[in-house]
T-cell receptor, first 112, second 114 residues
Framework: AQSVTQLDSHVSVSEGTPVLLRCNYSSSYSPSLFWYVQHPNKGLQLLLKYTSAATLVKGINGFEAEFKKSETSFHLTKPSAHMSDAAEYFCVVRIRTYKYIFGTGTRLKVLA | DAGVIQSPRHEVTEMGQEVTLRCKPISGHNSLFWYRQTMMRGLELLIYFNNNVPIDDSGMPEDRFSAKMPNASFSTLKIQPSEPRDSAVYFC????????????FGPGTRLLVL
């Protein structure tokens, strides 16, 4: 079965320290993978996507993610957290033309 | 580009009333999705349209839910009659065929059924 697992439901970091949000996927073929961010009472905003080009994907606001096929992972990172990064983050895998599986989300808290 | 537009942003209604949610996709996008987000179930696909035609409505909870897309720039999701368990945030997303098949989400409609 195809699935996506976000390994942490909550992550807390101090402002200025690195961010790591973990995502593992299961797919029977080369997937398209996405990270979205959702700020409180807002819609989902695309951070970045992987579509079988470069394995290291750079997104908006300094975020990047690395596709590792051998580990079936697509972890999201940022070198230095900012207060405005506090939000919920969703890892998403596209499994069919119009079917997307959403992870359960990771709520990122940034401490001053 | 204005992005995906949804209205209303908030809706409070009483059980048994009809609720209509509206969506305007990004111009030029030919696919439209309706999702529901709840704490318990996360994001669920309700229905998918391609070129204004409903392709998959298997996620629509029951007959109380219906969706239409009369043209490429407008879609509605209707709940009649509404029930308290329908309380959720409803998102519309659109995309165009191309590299990555990226969905672009609207701001959502927060529905509360009392």
């Amino acid at each position: 079965a195809q699935s996506v697992t976000q390994l942490d439901s909550h992550v807390s970091v101090s402002e200025g320290t690195p961010v790591l949000l973990r995502c593992n996927y299961s797919s029977s073929y080369s997937p398209s993978l996405f990270w979205y961010v959702q700020h409180p009472n807002k819609g989902l905003q695309l951070l970045l996507k992987y579509t079988s080009a470069a394995t290291l994907v750079k997104g908006i606001n300094g975020f990047e993610a690395e596709f590792k096929k051998s580990e079936t992972s697509f972890h999201l990172t940022k070198p230095s957290a900012h207060m405005s990064d506090a939000a919920e983050y969703f890892c998403v895998v596209r499994i069919r033309t119009y079917k997307y599986i959403f992870g359960t989300g990771t709520r990122l808290k940034v401490l001053a | 580009d204005a992005g995906v537009i949804q209205s209303p942003r908030h809706e409070v209604t009483e059980m048994g009333q009809e609720v209509t949610l509206r969506c305007k996709p990004i111009s030029g996008h030919n696919s439209l999705f309706w999702y529901r987000q709840t704490m318990m179930r996360g994001l669920e696909l309700l229905i998918y349209f391609n070129n204004n035609v409903p392709i998959d409505d298997s996620g629509m909870p029951e007959d109380r839910f219906s969706a239409k897309m009369p043209n490429a720039s407008f879609s509605t999701l209707k709940i009649q009659p509404s029930e308290p368990r329908d309380s959720a945030v409803y998102f519309c997303a659109s995309r165009t065929v191309g590299a990555g098949e990226t969905q672009y989400f609207g701001p959502g409609t927060r529905l509360l059924v009392l």
